[in-house]
Structure formats: C-alpha cells, structure tokens
C-alpha cells in the first residue's frame, strides 16, 4: 500500500521557538496533502489543505501566520509551528490521496509535538 | 456544513465474537463518500472500508463490512470474529465530492476493545 512518512516522530522545543515538521509521500506523488491536529483521547481536526505550487487553505480558527504549510514539491509537505506555546503541545498528522482527492486517504505516523 | 455522529464512547466484545460500531451523518449531498478508519495504540491511522454513496452495494473488506442506509444516513461497521489485534480507536468520517471542498470531516470516535 501507499507509505507517507513523517519527520521527526517527537520533538519537544521550548516557548518561543519555531518547529518543522515533514510529510512525505514515499511511493507517489500527491499535489494535495492535509494537516491535522488531535488532541489526547479526541478525534482529528482538520488544520489545512496543502496545495502543491499555491497557498494553502485552512480551515475556520487556524491561524494561518502561526502554522505555516509549504508544499513544494509533489511528494513533500511540511507544517512549522511558529512561536510555539505551550497550548500547540498536540499529535500532528498528515495525510495524502493516491490518485484523485477523493480516493483513501493514507496517513502519516504522526508527529507529537511538546512545548515546554 | 456535514457533521459525522459516533453515539458509542466505547464498547468492548469477546475475542471472537461479532460487533456493531454506529455511525450517522448529516449532509445535504447526495454524492460522497464515507470511511471507517482504525487508530491502535500506535496511532497510526488505517483505512479500514470505503464506501462511495451512490453505490447500493454495501463494502466488505474479509471480517469487516459495513451497513449503509443512504436515507437514513447510517454507516455502522460490523467486524466478524474479532481480534485481539482489532482492540482500537474506530472513527467514522466523511467526505463530500463537491469539487473544491474535498475533506474527511471525522467522528469523535469509538474505542473499541477485545477482550481475550
């Protein structure tokens, strides 16, 4: 099946510092990916659509300044947390379509963020 | 906007036996698409079935199936002879064909657990 990768797995950074986090589709190309946030024992929430060659689009009470998306190339897309609090500690995760958008979704292994 | 309905927290089953996860939905579409995915303890979130609305037929993938009920927007997944290894978090999610606005919108999940 479809592998997405995600780098790092863990980070912990403390107040005041900017972190990248990198989605990759290891086996094909996808000219969109998607971001999500989950909080501990909750479900995931849709942060933004990443476009491959445009903006991103995000979602209603995203701030688009503070989590900043890059989709540079067709199998690369990364999320920075800018100025992270402590409030932005959260399971991060990716994910792209194979083919067209509305095919399955393959997800990367997530990356836990820690703000200290 | 869709909205996507988990009405069971959690449930547990004998190793084995068979069993029921809820869903509904809410939308004013009549082409979409509906997904099961499962997050183990590893968080790694996997496709379990995938169901395209404007099919009758309902999904089978080997123990898991699903009963789609379009008019009454219920898409509850069945999982025969449980596993120890099907122990996990199950959301339900949507997603709308509507060119431009395509995205999983999730549930708030069911833990599941199998007990030996």
């Known amino acids: 099946g479809a592998v997405v990768s995600q780098h790092p797995s863990r980070v912990i950074c403390k107040s005041g510092t900017s972190v990248k986090i990198e989605c990759r589709s290891l086996d094909f190309q996808a000219t969109t990916m998607f971001w999500y946030r989950q909080f501990p024992k909750q479900s995931l929430m849709l942060m933004a659509t990443?476009?491959?060659?445009?903006?991103?689009?995000?979602e209603q009470g995203v701030e688009k300044d503070k989590f900043l998306i890059n989709h540079a190339s067709l199998t690369l897309s990364t999320l920075t947390v800018t100025s992270a609090h402590p409030e932005d500690s959260s399971f991060y995760i990716c994910?792209?379509?194979?083919?067209?958008?509305?095919?399955?979704?393959?997800f990367g292994p997530g990356t836990r963020l820690t703000v200290l | 906007a869709q909205t996507v309905t988990q009405s069971q927290p959690e449930t547990s089953v004998q190793e084995a036996e068979t069993v029921t996860l809820s869903c509904t939905y809410d939308t004013s579409e009549n082409n979409y698409y509906l997904f099961w995915y499962k997050q183990p303890p590893s968080r790694q979130m996997i496709l379990v079935i995938r169901?395209?609305?404007?099919?009758?037929q309902n999904a089978t993938e080997n123990r898991f199936s699903v009963n789609f009920q379009k008019a009454a927007k219920s898409f509850s997944l069945k999982i025969s002879d449980s596993q120890l290894g099907d122990t996990a978090m199950y959301f339900c999610?949507?997603?709308?064909?509507?060119?431009?606005?395509?995205?999983?919108?999730f549930g708030t999940g069911t833990r599941l657990t199998i007990i030996p």
């Open positions: 999610a949507f997603m709308t064909s509507n060119f431009g606005n395509e995205k999983l919108t």
């Open positions: 169901q395209e609305a404007y099919k009758q």
């Open positions: 994910s792209a379509p194979r083919g067209y958008i509305t095919d399955t979704q393959y």
């Open positions: 990443s476009n491959e060659g445009s903006k991103a689009t995000y």
